[in-house]
């Protein structure tokens, strides 16, 4: 998977880090650094705020009309405490896909005061991880977002 965007680098500004070019896997390792760091200075958001972010997170997806087949809910697993599964459209590109979900998390989703995130694009595959905080003293969310391309079912031949 190659990501197209977190918070610290953006992959079509920095292609390259000095003469080193940035993996992939080191991205992701930045990524999960900025989110262990948040998450060992603040608790989780609370139960009843993470229900309504998971309502959130599937309505503003919807409300793209590039998902198809979505499910949302609430874990208590901490790297991800909202999380998303749906497909996107046959005939779509998958950067499209991944720009739409980098503007969703910027305009829709995040907190105001912090955030990291990281989007791995792969065939038929787009991730987005996301951390933010709202403010200096309150609770931290984690968002983790998988969308598959959605499979046209073969056709059958007439029966004669």
């Given at each position: 998977m190659q990501p197209v965007w977190n918070r610290t680098y953006r992959a079509s500004e920095t292609a390259q880090m000095g003469t080193t070019?940035?993996?992939?896997?080191?991205?992701?390792?930045?990524?999960?650094?900025?989110?262990?760091?948040?998450?060992?200075n603040a608790g989780p958001e609370a139960p009843g705020r993470l229900r309504e972010l998971e309502r959130r997170l599937r309505d503003e997806?919807?409300?793209?009309?590039?998902?198809?087949?979505?499910?949302?809910?609430?874990?208590?697993?901490p790297d991800r405490l909202v999380i998303a599964l749906g497909?996107?459209?046959?005939?779509?590109?998958?950067?499209?896909?991944?720009r739409c979900l980098a503007w969703l998390w910027q305009?829709?989703?995040?907190?105001?005061?912090?955030?990291?995130?990281?989007?791995?694009?792969?065939?038929?595959?787009?991730?987005l991880q996301g951390a933010t905080r709202g403010d200096s003293h309150g609770p931290y969310v984690t968002m983790h977002v998988v969308v598959r391309r959605a499979r046209v079912p073969l056709q059958r031949a007439p029966l004669n």
């Open positions: 070019r940035v993996t992939e896997e080191e991205r992701l390792i930045r990524y999960r650094r900025l989110r262990t760091a948040v998450q060992l997806l919807l409300a793209t009309r590039l998902f198809v087949d979505l499910e949302a809910g609430h874990t208590d697993d497909q996107f459209g046959p005939g779509l590109d998958e950067r499209d896909v991944a305009e829709k989703l995040r907190y105001s005061l912090w955030e990291a995130h990281a989007i791995l694009v792969d065939q038929d595959h787009v991730e």
